[in-house]
């Protein structure tokens, strides 16, 4: 068929018509033929499997049983009457109930007569099942029917608008009867072949209107497996682009600064993780080719010190460094560091922030330009058109997840060459994700802790138990360390939030008096400057409690704190709840992180808080994370419109993703540019796809 039919706008499927096809394009996405045949069936009602009673269970799906009613009744009811049923079958018994239609149904049931029902069971002291689809057994076995009955997505507006499931099932058919049901296939014969996957008419046809379970999972399979070795295809195709066109200033030199620093200022030992990095990037760096690298690392798993020896790299080569942080806390301390770390260096470092005067700016910027400033660390404000570089290197980006994408292409434009990119996240992203998410970056992992490290012991507490964690609170500043106490700060909720805060910290310092006991606090609310002062304070151990929002989430180091209290710890997510924790255990002392809760909890709270106490590994975390909220959730990924699948899930789907990868980077290996004959029909769908924006815009 010619693949072009598939472009036609959805207008001219038979029985569709504007005002229809308006509301198709606005509440479903559907513009052409392609998109209706790409809209799949949420779920199916399986009307193949045949129940018996003592077969069902609590929350399944709809069931389809066979039959007889023995008696019928009329239930009184505070609102109303139901009618109710006895249903057997030669397991059991269940009831079926109607709250209208009362009359209809007594003049027309046959007692005594086999019956098959089909519908959702209900369990309250036995299973019932209310309004049941009801069919006589005699007539059930001489109507033809389909087996499997797709139900697609919908919403509220197109129901009311009269577009029910049963006329999408109608569009559907039209379609398949004016496109004859023959679809190109866009997978190459050597992997339908090799796969053993049906073909792509077969696995639409059955997507839509399957014949059985069979070759329902069959269809399911060979559409999971196209969509995301498109993805994988394209993905990898970008990034041996990038590889091969996207030039890069070539770092050739490990020169002075490294040198003398890695010699003689280094104040530890580097892990092996950190060594190993460290030389995946020089790898990069040494080339001709632009590096665009993920460097995940647990929290305090020792990512800064590998990006100032990148930094170092960079000024070796004659070039200058950037280092970007989404907080001014963060790139305040960051600052700190370095200037600390550099000291006996003979290195240029300033920071810039929002808060950086006209005057200073002015001076920074001349300092940029005439290239005597190498390292320039700051907020978003690095970011801003003013800010130009006599010759940027390198760009290095802390905590990505708060920057969206359209920052990171901002970085490249600073100079003729794009610099060299490295992003560091301490929000582990699982390997999956990372593998569909980032496929044009790569990746390094800093999988192991600086020695010494004592894990942090973490438990849940109900508030109840308030004056029990404050006796503990003031065992370990006895002892001489220091304490954050947490409180959530949510936006749609602030004022509240803020008055639990303020409450929170009255009652903290009713408990810790001074002098004996000082308080920082630190929220969303203050000025900068405060927020400074308070922090500065605690920093310096001046004083033993930080009363604080989260916005101590990131990044801050301050290693004699070793209690983490987290209030309200329902009400923040798993990722959170790690960063917060990675604010302590990062000296030599046993550190603690108790997570306070109400006594009421949901199931997903639950696991959230279960998954804390059981577990300090970043990865470990992620998963859960990422199968509790889904990758829709995942943070960073909203904005950059990903993972808007048809079919596949990334999670659910991960052998399918493997496979589709392994495939796509073969056929890439062999072939690059698709033009062998095999080939072919992959290149056409790939070129169709790009051109009808089919393939959705993933990457930066
Ligand atoms: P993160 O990966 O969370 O950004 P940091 O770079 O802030 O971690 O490092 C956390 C702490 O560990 C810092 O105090 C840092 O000086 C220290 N550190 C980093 N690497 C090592 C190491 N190899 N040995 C000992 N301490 C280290
Ligand atoms: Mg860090």
Redesign the pocket.
Known sequence: MNPSILQTPIDYLKGVGPSRATLLRSELGVHTYQDLINLFPNRYLDKTQYYKINQLQKNSAEVQVIGKIVHLKTVEQKRGKRLVAKFVDETGEMELVWFRGHKWIRENIKINTPYVIFGKTKYYNGFSMPHPDMELLSEHQQNLRVAMQPIYPSTEKLSNKGITNRVMSKMMQQLFVETKARFYDTLSQEILEELKLISKSEAVFNIHFPKNQELLAKAQYRLKFEELFYIQLQLITKKLIRKQKIKGFPFPVVGEYFTNFYKNHL?????NA?KRVIKEIRNDIGSSAQMNRLLQ??????????GLMTMLLAIDNGFQACLMAPTAILANQHYQ?IVELTKDLDINVILLMGSTTTKQRREIHAELEEGSLHILIGTHAVLEDKVVFKNLGLAII?EQHRFGVAQRSKLWHKNTYPPHILV?T?TPIPRTLAMSLYGDLDISV?DEL???RKAIKTVHRYDSNRLKVFKFIAEEIQKGRQVYIVYPLIQESEAMDYKDLMDGYESIARSFPAPDYQISIVHGKMKPADKDYEMDRFVKGETQIMVATTVIEV?V?V?NASVMIIESAERFGLSQLHQLR?RVG?GAEQSFCILMTSFKLSADSKTRLETMVRTNDGFDIAEVDLKLRGPGDIMGTQQSGVLVLKIADIVKDNEILKTARHYAMKILKEDPSLSMDKNKVLLYTYQQMAKHKNIWNYIS
């Open positions: 104040p530890f030992e580097l892990t950190q690392g647990d929290v305090g798993s020792g990512k800064t010190i590998v560091g802390d560091m301490a800093i600086p020695p010494g990044g180091n290693p990675g990062r």
